[in-house]
T-cell receptor, first 113, second 112 residues
Framework: DAGVIQSPRHEVTEMGQEVTLRCKPI?????LFWYRQTMMRGLELLIY????????DSGMPEDRFSAKMPNASFSTLKIQPSEPRDSAVYFC???????????FGSGTQLSVL | KQEVTQIPAALSVPEGENLVLNCSFT??????LQWFRQDPGKGLTSLLL?????REQTSGRLNASLDKSSGRSTLYIAASQPGDSATYLC???????????FGSGTRLLVRP
C-alpha cells in the first residue's frame, strides 16, 4: 500500500483565498483524521471521520474551516477565506480503529501571505 | 483536561549511547499510548503502541514502558545511531473523548 497520500505538499496563497487540501487514506482504514501542527500549539486534532461520517469536529477552529469525505478513499479540508494565522502543516492520518496505530501522510505545508 | 509533557525538549548524544525519552500525562484514564517518530518535513511514523493493560512493548532497539498509575512512559533507545536523529512524540488515547492527545516532542540528535 502507498500509505496515506496528501496533496499538495506545499501551498502558498494570499489572504482571503480559498484553500483545499486533499487526502487519500489507506485502503481498508475506516477512520480518517485531520491534524494541524504549529510550533506554538503542537499537533491539534481538527476533525475525524468514521466510515465517511464526521464524528467530532470540535477541533475545527472556525466556520472558515470545513471538511468532507465523499467516499472511503478521499477527503478534503477547505479553508475559506484563508488568513495568515492558518499557516501551518496540515496532516491527514488514517487507522482501522482509533485504538490502533495511526498512519500519517507527509503533510501539506500551508503558507498564507 | 489531559496534558501530555515530554522532557527534555531536545537531547544531543554521541553515537552508541543508550538513551531514555520521557513522557508524562496528567489523566491516567487512558486506553493506550503511542510513540511516534517525525523526521524534518515528514509525517509521523508510529513506532510502538502500548495498551493500558500492558507494561512495555519492544521493537528492535526500541523499548517503551508504561506506568499508567503514575502517568509516565519512557522510550528507551539502545545503541543509538545517527539515523535515530528525529523528533519523538508520545500520544495518549483518551477513552472519554475518543481522541489522541500529543505531547510536544523531544528533538533527538545523535552525533557521529
Amino acid at each position: 500500500d502507498a500509505g496515506v497520500i496528501q496533496s499538495p505538499r506545499h501551498e502558498v496563497t494570499e489572504m482571503g483565498q480559498e484553500v483545499t487540501l486533499r487526502c487519500k487514506p489507506i485502503s481498508g482504514h475506516d477512520y480518517l483524521f485531520w491534524y494541524r501542527q504549529t510550533m506554538m500549539r503542537g499537533l491539534e486534532l481538527l476533525i475525524y471521520f468514521n466510515n465517511n461520517v464526521p464524528i467530532d469536529d470540535s477541533g475545527m477552529p472556525e466556520d472558515r474551516f470545513s471538511a468532507k469525505m465523499p467516499n472511503a478513499s478521499f477527503s478534503t479540508l477547505k479553508i475559506q477565506p484563508s488568513e495568515p494565522r492558518d499557516s501551518a502543516v496540515y496532516f491527514c492520518a488514517s487507522s482501522q480503529s482509533p485504538i490502533e496505530k495511526l498512519f500519517f501522510g507527509s503533510g501539506t505545508q500551508l503558507s498564507v501571505l | 483536561k489531559q496534558e501530555v509533557t515530554q522532557i527534555p525538549a531536545a537531547l544531543s548524544v554521541p553515537e552508541g549511547e543508550n538513551l531514555v525519552l520521557n513522557c508524562s500525562f496528567t489523566d491516567s484514564a487512558i486506553y493506550n499510548l503511542q510513540w511516534f517518530r517525525q523526521d524534518p518535513g515528514k509525517g509521523l511514523t508510529s513506532l510502538l503502541l502500548i495498551q493500558s493493560s500492558q507494561r512495555e512493548q519492544t521493537s528492535g532497539r526500541l523499548n517503551a514502558s508504561l506506568d499508567k498509575s503514575s502517568g509516565r512512559s519512557t522510550l528507551y533507545i539502545a545503541a543509538s545511531q545517527p539515523g535515530d536523529s528525529a523528533t519523538y512524540l508520545c500520544a495518549v488515547f483518551m477513552d472519554s473523548s475518543y481522541k489522541l492527545i500529543f505531547g510536544s516532542g523531544t528533538r533527538l540528535l545523535v552525533r557521529p
